[in-house]
């Protein structure tokens, strides 16, 4: 294979440590500093001892990442305490200054990270804030970046809620700070949109500790308000620190306050002091006091596999720390990888633009425990889920409990209550567990055992005694017993949704009967384009085969062939994506001949293979060898046709291309003949492929390695192979339902769940990475990753060559890997 960066459309490896000599790499790593600005005392001390945790955990972690990868450099991290205090902040980010240290994680709250603002700008400092929200500091082309949204969000999020509670009139009491005044003022104009009033703020000083006055006060106006509307349509709105506690002792002694609905901000949301304050958490019970916070797990809570990830993380931080995290927390851990990142992939001496750059380049590509950053050209995060949480009494035990989410660029608001009931929700799933096809579908059945085991295990979690089952109907790969399985699932009323069925004709066989019958089908592995139709009631978590075939007319051509020769199995599927080749590669300038197709039911290819060793033989006469390739789209029968065709010399002298249905095939790799046919021909196959960016990662995202790892080392250790492409989709099929059914209603028809559907698939991240749907119901976004198999010391193993990337941020492009040594057994490094 020619493995050349000028064939690269686009390539964002930039991982430059790599290329580092190995005893270079392990000896005497070389240690980088950065810094971290953390409230360890003051206003927000509590949530300060867990920022510190955090960061000595993404310490351990990224070095050992580092050691794991045998990286030359260490990191480490010089703390200082701002004490919640602007100057004090100004003149410790000066210390770090003269220590040499250019990247910073913190300060946290928007008046220290305006107070030291001036002076990263002039002085080259990277400013990484995980907490700052103030609109005042959203300023383009500035050394400040935060992690997490600015109030404007916040703010609409806030409104929603009053909203929702049929609050008409607020009356805030805020803190006079940068924080304060911005997130009051954007609270106003938000809650105004909607018809409702906010008073004039009753502010009060960050230093207060008497609040006497300022409470009554509150009093006065609280009252003037319920004899206008009535106590059910005013609320109280208070944006504080660990004031909130102060004042909340000081309200308790007026029975109006507690009257009222009171609303926080999140500069006290998940506080442990007010969990530990007995007097005022029993204020903030009984006003339901609610408080939002930047939070992206809640609105995908429990959709996304990421979310087991981040819950780890957040029980790591529980233990480590003793206290329940929060998203700054993770944010805080995000930004030390950031940091870490930037400082490897940047020349110690570069200057601080070149550095400055590396960090947004980073950034652009850094996959967190929450997702890319998606920072805006202000430098803040432009998407955001906010989760509203109150204290709640459980086994004599005070807790925060999320109570409703607000996802800002697509409104689903209030609380998604999983339901009880003792009778189990049976999903059915129509499996090629038979037929040409029985690998995918044996190895489907088992991973849907995954996840019927974490379904259940998080309801039992959270309490509810609703559990999921699966009902298995096996395909056999053929088109008329699928929908026969179908009809009897219909018949029996066994399930509105139903996963499968898994190849293209199948599909094609039973499109019709779930139209007209109402029920929707999800498959992890239908591509056809024939069937993206608008407006079905079909479902597919996977792109459909105009992708595939754009990405193989791509890797084709940049592997200068210029004729190709289709063997094709003769189906929907077969045809579908030959013709989308075909049309590609022939704008490319490239020729397809004729192909040669066979029944799907055929079993013996001698007469086929002979057909196909003449094309080759004149088609090699005019383009030469070194040109021509035979493209395979086939299934399971893959092996039976490279049997026949090693028995051609002419055949195993030229390329053969193959497919999504025919990659990673195990009958290939475990027979010698075939294996060694393969790697005579450089038998490259495109897949579907949602891991790729864990094995080839830009950017080294933590979050996505992590769960796509255990998701495989807990495969890998149960059945001794790995997951297919399409387990992924599998798995994730059964959480869409899940959620489907909760949000539309256990009972809900089949209307109500499509719709309901797309939503839930929209706001999740699963194993098959962004689950956006298009028009047709086909993910939007994705990854095809090219297959070979490789040799070393007798045996074999796929891996990875290349890669055609379809993304939402970066557009499509080619890019090629470095051999690395292939997958013959997997020694994963898991950070549980």
Known sequence: MVRKTSVFIFCILLIAFLSFSANAQSQNPQSIAIGALLPLTGSMSSQGELYATAVNMAIEDFNNYLNRTNSPYRIRVLIEDTATDPPQALQKLQQLAA??????????????????????????????????TAISLAIEDDNIFRLSPNDTLEANAIALYFNALGITQVIPIVVNDIFGQSLSTLTRQMIGRKGGTVAAPIFFEPSTTDFTQIVQNLSVQVEAAVAEVGVASVGVHII??????DIFHQAKNYPILSQVRWCGSDAITKNQKLLEDAEAAAFAMQTQFASPMFAMEVISYPIAPTVSVVERIKRRLREASGQESDAFAICTYDGIWLGGLTSVNCAPSCDFETYKNTFQR???????????????????????????????????????????????????FGELAIPNRNEALTVAALLPLSGSWSSQGQSSARV??????????????????????????????????ALEKLQSIAAQNVSRIVIGPYTSANLQAVQQFANENNLLLISPSSTATSLAIPGDNIIRLVMNDAYQAKALATMMHSEKIKAVIPFVVNDVYGNDLLAAFKTYFEEMGGTVLDPILYDPATTDFAALVANLYEKVQNTVLQYGPFSVAVQLISFDEAADIFTAANQFDLLRSVRWFGCDANARFEAIRTNAETATFALQTEFTASTFSPEIDWIYPPGQGRSQQCYMENFYQRFYDTYGVGPTVYDYGTYDSLWLILWTYIGAGLDSPAFLLKPRLYATAAMTTGYCGQSTLNEAGDMKYGSYGFIQLYEKEGNYA??????????????EYLEYYLSTDPSFSKNWEIFQ
Request: net charge negative.
């Open 798 to 811: 796929w891996d990875y060559a290349a890669a055609y990337h379809y993304s939402l941020r970066h557009g």
């Open 99 to 132: 220590e040499g240290i250019r990247y910073v994680v913190g300060p946290y709250t928007s008046a220290c990270v305006a107070a030291v603002k001036a002076f990263a700008d002039q002085n080259d400092i990277v400013i990484v804030s995980p907490e700052s």
């Open 362 to 412: 980073m950034e652009n590509i850094y996959i967190g425990y929450y997702g890319p950053p998606l920072l805006s050209a202000a430098g803040d995060r432009s998407m955001a889920t906010y989760g509203f949480y109150t204290i709640r009494e459980k086994e004599d035990v005070l807790k925060w409990e999320l109570i409703a989410t607000s996802f800002i660029t697509m409104i689903n």
């Open 448 to 481: 849907l055992e995954f996840a019927v085991e974490d379904i259940n295990n998080y309801l039992a979690h959270e309490g509810s005694t609703l559990r999921v089952q699966v009902q298995i109907e096996d395909t056999q790969t053929n088109p008329a017993v």
């Open 240 to 245: 504080g620190f660990e004031q909130t506690i």
